[in-house]
Nanobody, 119 residues
Framework: QVQLVESGGGLVQTGGSLRLSCAAS????????MGWYRQAPGKQRELVAA???????NYADTVKGRFTISRDNAKNTVYLQMNSLKPEDTAVYYC?????????????WGQGTQVTVSS
């Protein structure tokens, strides 16, 4: 059974920092592209950052220079370091694991963790 368990969310003031963690089980973590998505009230879920199995990263323009995604394959964990937080970063943040196989695409989601940035 695949599980992605996020932690590290909370309430922080503008300009503050948080580090989100996502611990994965039930998958061969090292071969998956891992991503962080977020969904604010009334908005669609959007990609925040992703890291491939080879370590390549990409970021949404709105978080470039402020957020850093990283992974520790030995711990089956992906992180999102969030600095210089803004009220518009307030959302539920979801961890995602994705991998394309020959006949199927695997796509798993965590339950989400709330991040609230106060002004």
């Amino acid at each position: 059974q695949v599980q992605l368990v996020e932690s590290g969310g909370g309430l922080v003031q503008t300009g503050g920092s948080l580090r989100l963690s996502c611990a994965a089980s039930g998958i061969i973590f090292s071969i998956y592209t891992m991503g962080w998505y977020r969904q604010a009230p009334g908005k669609q879920r959007e990609l925040v950052a992703a890291i491939t199995s080879g370590g390549s990263t990409n970021y949404a323009d709105t978080v470039k220079g402020r957020f850093t995604i990283s992974r520790d394959n030995a711990k089956n964990t992906v992180y999102l370091q969030m600095n210089s937080l803004k009220p518009e970063d307030t959302a539920v943040y979801y961890c995602n694991a994705k991998r394309s196989f020959t006949t199927v695409q695997a796509n798993y989601w965590g339950q989400g963790t709330q991040v609230t940035v106060s002004s």
